[in-house]
Every structure is written in C-alpha cells, then in structure tokens.
C-alpha cells in the first residue's frame, strides 16, 4: 500500500473506534476519530450540534473536521500508512467530508450484521419514567419511536439504505464477525494487504 491513511467507516456501533485504536497500535501510527475532531473544534458533540444546529451545521462542522485532518496528516512522514481514522457512522451522507478523506487514503467499510448494531444502540437507550426514549442517534430520534419496537423499524430502514451507500463508496469492505476485537483486526489487515 502506498503511503496513505486507513479511514474506517460503517454504521454507528460496527467497531471503528476500537478498531482504530487497535489498527493504530498494529501500524504504530496514530488514530484519529473525527466525531472527537468536532467536538475538539466546536466544544459541541456530534448529538449536540445535530440536535440544536440540525443536519447542515453538523455537516459542515463534519467537513471542517475532516479537512483539519487532512491537513494534520499531510504534514505527517511520507510512511507505508500514515495514520488511522475512525469516522462517524453518518459520514456517508456528507460527500464534501467523503471526498475529503477520499483524498486522504483508503476507504474501508466495516460490515456489522443488523442485529448486532441495532443491540447495541438499544443497551445506550434511557427509558423516561414517563416511557419516552432518550440517548438516541439522532437519525432515529427525528423520527420520534415511542418503543424499543420503533426504533427497530427506523433502524432497519437507515441500515439498508447505509450499506447500500458504503459499498458504493468503500475500497475495501470487510465483514466484522462475532469473534475478538484482534481476530477482526486481523481480518482488516489480511483486507488491506489484499488490496495492494
């Protein structure tokens, strides 16, 4: 591989930022993960902008994250692989922020299987003593799920059209498998040098 960044990208909850880290720690480079990029800059998380600002603000604050970084690693050595970047699970739909990172390395999609995801982000959400749902992404927040039922459904409609739109976009994709984090890890690094 030529010198250039691994950038992993996937549904909220499919193991970027673990596998960043442990990618990053594999390669000796540094991980970045742009979602802690915007709230370095803004001093807002990702939720917090989406929520008050709404979609456009977050996406231009996606974008200057990912330009901020493109730049930070363009001034890193010319290496086999210069960096390792976590992004958010909604990148997909943001293409000045894709193109971007396009121009930065490698695209790799990790592909979780639907039931994992949708466990995941149904153990982070908080029932209200009045039943309503809080802590959602807020993808499925908008839609305003009143049960555990809802947001199953909104999920499954946001995961088919995201994997659809990750394929189309990645370079390399790479199935993450109910095993250890390294096996996947591995997993990701046998893709890479595939990829040559």
Known sequence: MQSSSIILMGIKHCGKSTQARLLSRHYSVPSFDTDDLITEITGKTPREIYSSEGKEAFMK???????????????????????????????????VAVDI????GILV????????????????????SDGS????????????????????????KFYVARQS???????????????????????????LARCK
Request: charged content about 25%; overall charge neutral; some cysteine.
């Open 61 to 95: 604050a996606e974008a200057k994250a990912c330009q901020y970084l493109k730049e930070k690693i363009d001034a890193l050595p010319e290496t086999g692989i210069k960096a390792v970047i976590a992004t958010g699970g909604g990148i997909c739909n943001n293409q």
């Open 101 to 104: 990172l396009k121009s930065a």
């Open 109 to 128: 999609f990790l592909n979780s299987d639907e039931e994992t995801a949708v466990s995941r982000i149904i153990r982070e959400i908080k029932i209200e």
């Open 133 to 156: 749902l809080s802590n959602l992404p807020a993808y499925i927040a908008v839609e305003n799920p009143k049960s555990l039922n809802d947001v199953r459904i909104s999920f499954h």
């Open 165 to 191: 739109i990750y394929n189309s976009l990645c370079n390399v994709t790479v199935d993450m498998k109910p095993v250890t984090k390294s096996e996947n890890r591995d997993a990701i690094i046998n893709a």
